[in-house]
Structures are given as structure tokens and as C-alpha cells.
């Protein structure tokens, strides 16, 4: 039995000195090659009659049933940022909280409009939501715009994926002292060369196979962590508490468990907007989408929709993690194995904490949490890329098994692009990448969501208003710094911090939000001046009654042939 622990019982050798601890990474090497297999097995799982079809490689035949779509978007939607930069954003402070108010925000914001989504997309066969811009809107223009910044904005959330692989292998003791670059990064380019693999040979149903798995290992970690942790630390919950809001020494931090700052100003509204903006950007991303349109039948996706509120209280538990880890001795300006930069935190909690073989199980449940998302972001993307840019804009004709071809190979470009991404900028604010993400997708919001009820705008003022919303934010977003706790001391030049000042205002706000209230703003100027000048408008190819459409209706196309079982599930 270990002692109960408080920050100065903690031991905390440091990464090099102890060397790679190898009973953690025996069981993370085990769990790999386990879902690897999985992986390359899930081709062969129910077999579709034709698997060279975009369809089937990039949507799962549109097939997958209650449980697997449950899985499939739990996995997709909680992942290895969950694990660590959530938690991360907690030991800085209060404010990081957000993700779980966020979470329990977009459950019933996306009930209102993701049926309607996966109806309309079902009955005209779209297979992204760049695809329903475009048909919606008779626009190859917007739907190219909602395309590029898909992929642009799903880059650095597959980057935050392998920055999760990363910190496990750092605590584990891969890359500390002594050890070369390649000796440091070699682990990752072996996990994306499997990844790549077997999601090129099985598409979509890998990560809906490899999901199961990941989903038990992370409830599995997260139920042990709630109860274990608390009563190795002095104090149980209320000790982690207290250990987490005071300082080395023994001070308390002004404001560490509210969203007061250390003057006493509340961050409440860039909080909120944080919140919000996160809540509306999360089912704008293709990743995200993909999900609800591999599933069988409108009733599926609702049903989905409320069961995943489930999620949100995992995450709770998750974020909790962050504080435990500074109870336990974790500082991230230190050196040593309980210190690094912030995304260290949750690794460097579970190997101080649990039994070596836990603490394996712990961060192969981070590196499958990172690669079942990032297997369904590049599926994501490269979907984007093919129907939206290879199809609309270069062959026209491709067919069906052409367009998987173009998908499976622009799915390893996309890979490739993360992986360069992660290793050739600054992991230390790793939730920064996914917020940045949240800036540039957020855009599509007015041409695909407000598309869904009502047709009012200009198919070009939407064009006009997404890429003005986007050269905002990333100009915008590319300015702030990142500071450390004396307010003077830049740590980070560019993309530090994703909250900034509204122009014209003493406010603060998430920088989504501002650009989106900007979007909106021009799109409903450019649309009532092209209304009165008339200028053309699109033919809208899609009809009321597209929109209600469920499985079963007489008039449904046909899809490619799967084996029964399938949808049982």
C-alpha cells in the first residue's frame, strides 16, 4: 500500500534519471497492438459488398445502429484533449472549467438540428456538410469555402490527438534526458504509421470497432481515479481542494477556484463566451458530423443525441483530474517527473498515483483516446477534400470507387500534415489548438446550421461573411501572447490565448464569438445589397420534406448493399 500523499510526499524523480518504466510501457505496447489488430480486423467486419465506395469506406455504408454510433461518437467527440488538455487547463485555474459547461450546452443545441442534417443527407446523398452547402445553396463556391476550412480546422485536433500520445510517452520516460530527437518522436511516427494503415484498409468501421475498446479503458480509468485518488491524498476530496488552490508555499492562490482573477475581476463573460462559442463549434466540425451520418435512421441520431449527456458527466470527473494532479506535487514550471509543461499533468498524476500496470492501462486508454478521433478526423477531411474539391472542381465524373481511392490516400496526406503540425510547433498550450480549431470552424455555422431551417441569405454574402469571420479570428488569434504569472514575461508569441477584446468595447470575449457576430453581420448586409441590385441567386436542389426524411420512407434512394446484422447493432 502506498502512504498517503500530499505535494511533499510525492516522489519526484526526475524522467531521465529513472529511465523508461517498463511495466507501463509493456501494457501500453499490449493495448496498441490489441486495437491495431482490431483496427485491420474491421474490414472484414461485416463486410460490405462494395468496399471500394465512399460510402461505405468514408460513412460505414450509413449503416451503424444505436450502440455503435454511441461508441463511434463518444470516441470521437472525447478524447485524448479531453484526457489531458482539459485537466491541463485546470491547474492554470477555475477557467478551464468551461469544457463542461460547454458539453451540457451542445446536447440539446444539436437535438434542434442535427435530425434534420442527417435527413436531408440521407435523402440527396451527401456525404459532408460542405456537400449540403452546396445543394442547398446551388453555390460550389460556398461549399469549396466550407471545405477548406473543414480540413484547415480539423488539422491542429488531430495535432492535439498525437500531443496526448506525447505526454504519456514523456512521463513513461521516452525523451527525457540523453535522448535524440528521433529517439524522442519515433514512438509517434510508429503509432501514425499503424494508424494510417489500418484506416486506410477499413475506413470509418475501425475507429467504430477500436471505440468499444477505448470507451471501457477510459470509464475504467475515470471510476478508479474518483475513488483511488481521493483517499491517497490527506484530506480526500477536501485536502485535494485545498493542496490545489495554495502555491509551493502554502499561500493560497487569489481566485484559483473561481473565475475571479488575482485582482479580483470576475472572468465571467469571457468564460460564458468561451463556453458557447465551444458548445456551437462542436458539431460544425466534419469529425463530428461524420458520426451522425453513418447511422441508419433519423431515430438513431436522436436517440444518440440524449444518451451521450452521459459524456458530460465523465468529463466532470476528467476535469477534476487537473486538480488532484496539483495536489499530488504537480507543478508545471519544474523540472522532474512531477513537473513540465501543463499537458504532463494528468501522466505525471497517474504515475505518481497508481500501480505501474494501472498507471499502463491509464495512458493506453490516452493513446487509444487519441487514435479512434484522429482515424475519423483524417476519414473526415479527406471526404471534404474529394467530394468538395476533387469532384466539384477537377473530375466531375470520378466514380464511386474513385472517389474512395482519392478519400484513402488524401486521408494519409492529412496525417502526415498533423503529425508535422505537432512536432514542428508549441505543445504547451495544447487546448489553444483546439480552440484555434473552434475560431475557423465556428464560421460554417450561419451557412450550414441557419441553412437548415431557413434560406434567407445570399448564397455569396455567405461566402463573403465565412471567410471574413475566418481572416478575423486567425489575424486575431495569431496576435495574442501568452504570459506567465507576473503578467510581463511572454512565453508564447503567437496563438498564446484564444480570449481577446471586443473592438469598440472594455469587453473580452472568445474570439469565435466576436468573428461569428462579424460573419453574420456582413452576410446580412451583402444579402439585402445583392437582394436589391439582383444578383443572381442559387437553385436550392433540396425540397421540404427532405428534412423529415427517415429510414423506411418509399422514396429513400437505394444504398450500397450491407449485410443485415449490421444495422441490428
Keep these: 500500500m502506498r502512504p498517503h500523499l500530499t505535494a511533499s510526499t510525492v516522489p519526484t524523480p526526475d524522467v531521465g534519471t529513472h529511465g523508461i518504466n517498463k511495466t507501463e510501457l509493456t501494457?501500453?505496447?499490449f493495448f496498441f497492438l490489441l486495437v491495431s489488430v482490431l483496427g485491420f480486423l474491421a474490414a472484414r467486419w461485416r463486410k460490405a459488398r462494395e468496399a471500394n465506395h465512399l460510402e461505405e469506406w468514408g460513412l460505414g455504408g450509413r449503416s451503424f445502429g444505436g450502440w455503435i454510433t454511441w461508441f463511434l461518437l463518444g470516441g470521437d467527440l472525447y478524447t485524448?484533449?479531453?484526457?489531458?488538455?482539459v485537466p491541463a487547463a485546470l491547474t492554470a485555474g477555475a477557467f478551464g472549467f468551461f469544457a463542461v459547461p460547454y458539453t451540457i450546452?451542445?446536447?440539446p443545441l444539436v437535438f434542434l438540428f442535427l435530425p434534420r442534417l442527417w435527413s436531408v443527407s440521407r435523402k440527396r446523398g451527401y456525404v459532408t456538410p460542405a456537400d449540403f452547402a452546396r445543394g442547398r445553396y446551388g453555390s460550389k463556391s460556398l461549399g469549396l469555402a466550407v471545405a477548406i476550412v473543414g480540413v484547415v480546422a480539423t488539422m491542429p485536433y488531430i495535432a492535439l490527438q498525437l500531443v496526448g500520445i506525447q505526454a504519456c510517452l514523456d512521463v513513461i520516460g521516452i525523451g527525457g534526458k540523453g535522448s535524440s530527437t528521433f529517439a524522442k518522436d519515433l514512438p509517434l511516427f510508429i503509432a501514425f504509421a499503424v494508424l494510417a494503415a489500418f484506416t486506410y484498409t477499413s475506413g470509418l468501421r475501425a475507429p467504430a470497432v477500436i471505440a468499444f475498446v477505448k470507451d471501457f479503458l477510459i470509464y475504467l480509468v475515470i471510476i478508479v481515479a474518483i475513488i483511488y485518488i481521493p483517499t491517497r491524498v490527506v484530506g480526500g476530496w477536501h485536502g485535494i481542494f485545498h493542496l490545489a488552490s495554495t502555491g509551493p508555499n502554502g499561500k493560497t492562490k487569489p481566485g484559483f477556484l473561481s473565475l475571479n482573477n488575482a485582482?479580483?475581476?470576475t472572468n465571467a463573460f469571457p468564460y460564458a463566451t468561451l463556453a458557447l462559442g465551444s458548445a456551437m463549434a462542436l458539431f460544425m466540425y466534419p469529425h463530428a458530423q461524420i458520426g451522425v451520418l453513418s447511422t441508419k435512421s433519423r431515430n438513431t441520431v436522436r436517440k444518440n443525441l440524449a444518451g451521450l449527456s452521459m459524456y458530460s458527466l465523465v468529463l466532470g470527473f476528467i476535469a477534476l483530474l487537473g486538480y488532484m494532479a496539483l495536489a499530488v506535487g504537480f507543478n508545471g514550471t519544474a523540472k522532474g517527473h512531477l513537473g513540465g509543461n501543463a499537458q504532463r499533468a494528468v501522466p505525471a498524476l497517474f504515475d505518481a498515483v497508481f500501480p505501474s500496470w494501472f498507471a499502463g492501462v491509464a495512458f493506453a486508454a490516452v493513446a487509444i483516446g487519441a487514435l479512434v478521433p484522429a482515424a475519423i478526423m483524417s476519414i473526415a477531411a479527406a471526404n471534404l477534400f474529394t467530394r468538395n474539391i476533387f469532384v466539384d472542381f477537377i473530375k466531375p465524373?470520378?466514380?464511386?470507387?474513385?472517389?474512395?481511392?482519392?478519400?484513402?490516400?488524401v486521408s494519409l496526406l492529412v496525417k502526415f500534415g498533423a503529425l508535422a503540425f505537432v512536432l514542428s510547433l508549441d505543445a504547451t498550450s495544447a487546448?489553444?489548438?483546439q480552440l484555434l480549431g473552434g475560431v475557423l470552424i465556428l464560421q460554417t455555422f450561419p451557412a450550414i446550421v441557419i441553412g437548415l431551417f431557413n434560406r434567407w441569405?445570399?448564397?455569396w454574402a455567405l461566402v463573403a461573411g465565412l471567410w471574413t469571420g475566418v481572416i478575423y479570428g486567425v489575424v486575431v488569434a495569431w496576435q495574442q501572447k501568452k504570459f506567465a504569472a507576473d503578467g510581463k514575461t511572454v512565453l508564447q508569441q503567437h496563438f498564446g490565448n484564444q480570449i481577446a477584446k471586443v473592438p469598440g468595447t472594455h469587453l473580452y470575449a472568445y474570439i469565435a464569438i466576436t468573428a461569428l457576430v462579424l460573419n453574420l453581420l456582413v452576410s446580412v448586409v451583402l444579402t439585402l445589397v445583392f437582394r436589391a441590385v439582383k444578383v443572381a441567386d442559387g437553385v436550392d436542389e433540396t425540397q421540404a420534406a427532405d428534412y423529415t426524411a427517415d429510414e423506411g420512407d418509399a422514396d429513400l434512394p437505394n444504398l450500397i448493399e450491407a449485410e443485415p446484422a449490421l444495422a441490428e447493432l
Design 27 to 29: 501494457v501500453v505496447i
Design 80 to 85: 485524448a484533449y479531453t484526457f489531458v488538455a
Design 105 to 107: 450546452i451542445v446536447w
Design 263 to 265: 485582482n479580483g475581476k
Design 397 to 409: 465524373d470520378a466514380t464511386p470507387h474513385q472517389q474512395a481511392q482519392v478519400s484513402k490516400t
Design 431 to 433: 487546448i489553444n489548438f
Design 457 to 459: 441569405f445570399h448564397r
